[in-house]
């Protein structure tokens, strides 16, 4: 899998502010470019990581982030929280089913097939969760800045598929985004490090996130990142 260009994560022909979120399966943040470095912004309650959790209370109102997580103990059937795992997957996915074992909430499945996930007997799809959270970063984004933020780039792991990817992009479309690029994080973890500056090597990044631990094998070529495998680990809930 060829990646992006160093080079095209400057976007020259656009206009206006542009952020990188990482959408986590337990947490997600947002970052913006100041001078050559990004900073990644505090949110409301002055952390600079956001739970990646959504909640519907009995009467109706949508919490997302650390308020929702905070209720979850006495709201756990309408507490959606990893729903990352579900994002772009099939009901009938044999990971889904173990998921379904597993969360308080209701996996349910769409007329199309696909795993979604219902809360105060209303069903959503996960990038409809997945948008909620973007809403949350996106605020981030616009109250840290004092203008409003339409452009972004968003990571995903390096084994989604083609499937996971557009659902992560629809995710961010229905939050008012308009999606730019879709880096997988490995090289988002590489280019952070400054990886780009050294051209012909090959490099290994973990990822121990909340929801999986892999590992990528990226090759560094006239500034194009490229995997050559990845290797993923499904940790329990």
Not at 2 to 17: N, V
Not at 65 to 93: C, H, S, W
Not at 171 to 193: C, M, Q, S, W
């Amino acid at each position: 899998m060829r990646l992006l260009s160093t080079s095209a994560i400057r976007f020259a022909k656009t206009t206006g502010d542009i952020v990188g979120i990482d959408l986590g399966t337990t947490n997600s943040c947002v970052a913006v470019m100041e001078g050559s470095q990004a900073r990644v912004i505090e949110n409301s309650e002055g952390m600079r990581t956001t739970p990646s959790v959504v909640a519907f209370t009995k009467t109706g109102e949508r919490l997302v982030g650390m308020p929702a997580k905070r209720q979850a103990v006495t709201n756990p059937e309408n507490t959606l929280f990893a729903t990352k795992r579900l994002i772009g997957r099939r009901y009938n996915d044999p990971e889904t089913q173990k998921d379904k074992q597993q969360m308080p909430y209701k996996i349910v499945c769409d007329k199309t097939g696909d795993a979604w996930v219902e809360a105060n007997n209303q069903k959503y799809s996960p990038s409809q969760i997945g948008a909620f959270v973007l809403m949350k970063m996106k605020e981030t984004a616009d109250s840290f800045l004092g203008r409003e933020v339409k452009q972004a780039v968003i990571t995903v792991p390096a084994y989604f598929n083609d499937a996971q990817r557009q659902a992560t992009k629809d995710a961010g479309k229905i939050a008012g985004l308009d999606v730019l690029r879709i880096i997988n994080e490995p090289t988002a973890a590489a280019l952070a490090y400054g990886c780009d500056k050294n051209e012909g090597q090959t490099i290994a990044v973990y990822d121990l996130g909340g929801g999986t631990f892999d590992i990528s094998i990226l090759e560094i070529s006239g500034g194009v990142f490229e995997v050559k495998a990845t290797n993923v680990t499904l940790l329990s809930v």
